[in-house]
């Protein structure tokens, strides 16, 4: 797993802080036992800010995994999110989507509290799921049906060569299963000698 990225830390300490600000006005107020009812919408905004970096940071890639069956995403509080191998259609680096989250844009769930997480709708690459950390390590891996996942694995190489080599390696034991096999053909009868004849 790749660590976070300037751009994530930035962001995400940028918005604690933006929490912690919105915190100020009542804490003042309770300091000087005053009680005003518009504190509620800096407090709520600050819960709000709260709760979705707790969310964004439950939901934090943490470690990729390849088993024998599953391309496997561990998240720090979440359930791990598990890909059937059988589903993915190729891997490859991503490095061309370094950019995007932040200048083509058109949706995004998270684009860089604790990393870039959720779907996204990218121009012009269209629709795809992050679960990244940092968008300078980026691998992209096809999935049949759903939209392309986008990870930040620490060695983006060396993990798309690993799932492209699982995939060479399914194509040829099925191919091995559908080529039919030649009958086997009996052993020739052994024919012993006639009696009075000397073997020669």
Do not use: C
Request: proline letters at 10%; glycine letters at 8%; charged letters at 20%.
């Amino acid at each position: 797993m790749a660590p976070l990225d300037a751009y994530a830390r930035r962001l995400t300490a940028g918005l604690a802080y933006l929490g912690g600000l919105l915190m100020l006005p009542l804490l003042f107020a309770y300091l000087a036992n005053l009680r005003w009812e518009g504190l509620i919408v800096p407090v709520a905004l600050a819960l709000a800010v709260a709760m979705f970096l707790l969310l964004t940071y439950g939901a934090q890639p943490r470690r990729y995994e390849i088993d024998a069956k599953h391309l496997v995403v561990r998240r720090r509080w979440l359930p791990a999110l598990r890909v059937p191998l059988t589903i993915i259609t190729g891997a490859s680096l991503a490095s061309h989507l370094a950019d995007a989250p932040r200048r083509g844009v058109r949706f995004a769930f998270n684009a860089g509290i604790f990393g870039y997480q959720g779907p996204f709708r990218l121009a012009p690459f269209g629709e795809v799921f992050f679960l990244a950390t940092n968008l300078e390590r980026l691998a992209a891996v096809g999935r049949e049906g759903r939209p392309p996942l986008i990870l930040s694995p620490a060695r983006p190489r060396a993990f798309v060569e690993a799932l492209n080599e699982w995939r060479v390696q399914q194509a040829l034991e099925a191919l091995e299963r559908s080529t039919p096999r030649p009958p086997e053909q009996a052993p020739a009868p052994i024919t012993a000698p006639e009696p009075g004849k000397a073997a020669r």
